[in-house]
């Protein structure tokens, strides 16, 4: 698995569903400043663990991890080399 | 202009029957925003003889059974809304907040007042839940002071629904079995629905400081990560529990409906009308073991209800009941809870307000939201955040809580929230 395809996919995911068309979504974009909140935070996780088959644990999921979709996909990337 | 209202608009109708039918007001809601600017009065009033804000105000809303969904129509621009101008001059501000009421066979759903307190000025807008929910109301007071520079109408007004009726039905479906799933359950609220009526209302704020908020923010993440909503809801269905327990009341069942925006983020659209779904809380005696417990239970109910999209398929639900007379839909909806609608009513409207844009010639100073005071089941909390301190809006009746009550249940819920022991 690759880190650069989560985080791409990750993007197009936040892109499709969760935020207006016009909003652009990079790996960097600060989603609190977006107005993502808990419901769209539990969407994100649950994405990444159907799609990449991987448990994200309660203890990754801090603020700073779940901050931007690259923090994110590192933490999904670094649980999917632990399996 | 002619538009359809949605599901959701239409169940603030319902709202309205079932309080005007227990209590002294409809299924109004009021933002008082305390500001800071040059030439406050003529902006407004310039804000509210716009072509935008005068559209909305002649907008009336109609019913259509079965044929159609029901849709807001303005046949014709009538004058602005007038800015009313109020001296208050008793000790407290939020006791003498007019509390108007609205007709909703006619337009002009929504009023605004300048007040002066204590040589401070405020702004309080005041609307009908059928014309925007919290924070389509927030956004347009923001705008009417000129706190948010433009609208336009592709900003306010919404898209015309688009699901096709068949996926309607089968998201319809799906919602009435999960809300079915402990059907005949008995739901213990705050108040007494006999009575309510004569029930006085009484509005109280819990205010944190930053210091207080970040130590909040951190048992928060202790407890469980990711979200805050369910340990607030935690904190006060844990006060609850226990101020049902001092009543000594054999209690079996809570139920917290608890509203989800529904609108996409980066984006204010649309800004009229009624964007909110539900979550739906349920806590049994049993799942009282400790606070964590009970906090995570609830994001556990969250996620299961997040996988199975609940939240959509409430909305579609609501839309199709939009069709059908009012007393079917509220047979449905408290049906398989013995004609309850909640336990109490809860919402936390997360950082909407937090960062006002303060950038403008106009600031908000302070903000507070009076949530509509529904008599039964007589207490309603909302969470919110206001530069980044934490702020609760607490609305009970007499019958609901007693003085004495109130003052425990406020205490304990704060203690819930800020110390590490409870």
Redo the contacts between chains.
Sequence with gaps: MDLKIIESELCNFIKEN??????DILPETDL?V??????????I??FLERKFEIELP??????EN?RTAKNISACAFAESQKN | MKFFANGSDHFQVLLEKQMRENGQHGNVGRLLLKIDGQTISDNIKNRLNSNLAKQIYSLKYHATWFRSAPYWEAKELLNPCPLKSKLIEGESIFAELPLPDFDLNRAQLYKTYLIEFKDEKYFLFIWHHLLFDARGGELFARFIIGEIKSLDRNDVFPDNPKKHWKDLLIDARDSKDFLMTDRGMVINSAADKRGAKKSKIHYKFLKFSREETIRIQKKSSNFIRLVKSPFYLACTAYCFKELLEKRKVDWTSLWMPVPQDQRLKGSIKPVMGNHISYLFFRLKPNDFKDLKSVAQNLKNQMMYQVKQKTTTKYASMMTIFARFPLWFYDFITKGPTHGVFASFFFSDTGLSLNQPNNNNSIKILDAWHFPPANTYPGLTIVYSMFKDQLKLSICHTEDSLSDSEYTTFETKLRNRLLDDET
């Design positions: 969760l935020v207006a068309e016009n909003i609190a977006l107005g993502l909140d808990s419901f769209s935070l539990i969407e996780v649950l309660d203890e990754v999921l801090t603020t779940v």
